[in-house]
């Protein structure tokens, strides 16, 4: 895949080849986001971080990503501050913007929404979650540090066993992360959620078509022996109230005594994050929080690592890292 000058709007878009020198160009990233060297190889590029949904990580990793790499960052946070409140349309608010940058980063709460703005950017433009549709950067960073915890125990990212557990009907992320691991080998996912909240057939249908092994439960005992575990939350915001929502929380809430009961001693666990940590969902206990498996803080940091590597693939600037290198 051509990255230079392109949107980055599904994982749809990548092969595995293109994910490796996403996930290599990410290890490269390590030590300028780290603070060990500092890198200018964006500096005066602009980049438009528009968000009009709610977001703590996505939003911030994105910004902090661009100014690690020397690049300015204007944002835009909700739709009530923009003119798409006024009736502006998301192509002329693509035109108007991309006129303003080098490249656009944006969240908004309509699926494929993100690609239809794309269609009036003259910029990259890089979906950081449409709706219940795709997170792709999300993904991304959720298959580096299914990577790293891995290669902790000799393990890589074909044959794996791993369980995606809780709103699986609306968790973009788990949707994204499915059809990325359906390109390696011999996978065996294990489907944990509500019947009424289950992965889309469209999803299940990437993974066993490529003939991976699909397991699909409303049970969590007997089914977390595994090497990791990607709990996800009950979306509020994607169901029509929140009593609607209610009957589904706390279903899976998962701790270290249902850890220490159902899983291996080197399964990992991963949440995209937020977690809802009130009684009523508790999706992933406190008492985890110690656990060296729970990679969950490490997973949220990776995300300026991988967002880092898609900036510089996206406007080019990747081979010329070192070049702009200055001293800390
Ligand atoms: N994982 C994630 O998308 O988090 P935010 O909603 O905080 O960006």
């Known amino acids: ?24 160009i990410s290890t490269l990233m390590a030590p300028y986001a780290m603070r060990k060297k500092r890198c200018h190889v964006l500096d005066g590029a602009i980049l438009s971080n528009l968000f009009f949904e709610p977001s703590t990580r996505t939003r911030v990793s994105f910004g902090t990503a661009f100014n690690l ?61 449409d709706g219940a549709n795709e997170h792709p950067t999300q993904a991304l960073l959720d298959l580096f540090t299914i990577q790293s915890e891995m290669a902790r125990y000799d393990m890589g990212l074909d044959g794996l066993n791993i369980v995606l557990m809780g709103d699986l009907k609306h968790g ?46 409303d049970k969590i ?21 929140k009593d609607e929502a209610d009957l589904y929380r706390g279903h899976f809430s998962l701790n270290r005594k249902i850890y220490q009961q159902y899983c291996h001693e080197h399964t990992v666990i991963m949440h995209p994050l ?16 110690d656990l060296d498996n729970l990679a969950i803080f490490r997973q949220a940091q990776n995300g300026v690592l991988v ?22």
């Open 1 to 24: 895949m051509k990255f230079e000058g392109n949107h980055i709007l599904s994982v749809s878009q990548f092969d595995r080849e293109s994910i490796s020198r996403i996930l290599e």
């Open 69 to 129: 790499l020397g690049g300015f960052v204007r944002e835009t946070v909700g739709q009530e501050n923009s003119s798409l409140s006024k009736g502006e349309s998301l192509f002329d608010t693509a035109r108007v913007i991309s006129g303003y940058s080098d490249v656009i980063a944006m969240r908004h709460p309509t699926m494929h929404s993100v690609a239809d703005f794309a269609k009036g950017s003259s910029v990259p433009v890089i979906n950081g979650g």
């Open 172 to 217: 973009r992320t788990v949707h994204s992360l499915s059809k990325l691991i359906s390109l390696y080998n011999n996978i065996k996912v294990t489907m944990i959620a509500p019947t009424a909240l289950q992965m889309p057939d469209s999803v299940v249908s990437t993974l066993t078509d490529a003939g991976h092994e699909v397991v699909i439960t």
């Open 221 to 241: 005992e007997g089914n977390l022996a595994c090497d990791v575990i990607y709990q996800t939350r009950i979306q509020q915001e994607r169901f029509a109230s």
């Open 274 to 289: 937020p977690r809802d940590s009130r009684a009523e969902a508790n999706e992933l206990d406190i008492d985890l929080n």
């Open 307 to 328: 967002r880092m590597a898609l900036f510089a693939l996206s406007l080019g600037v990747e081979s010329r890292l070192s070049h702009y290198e200055k001293p800390v």
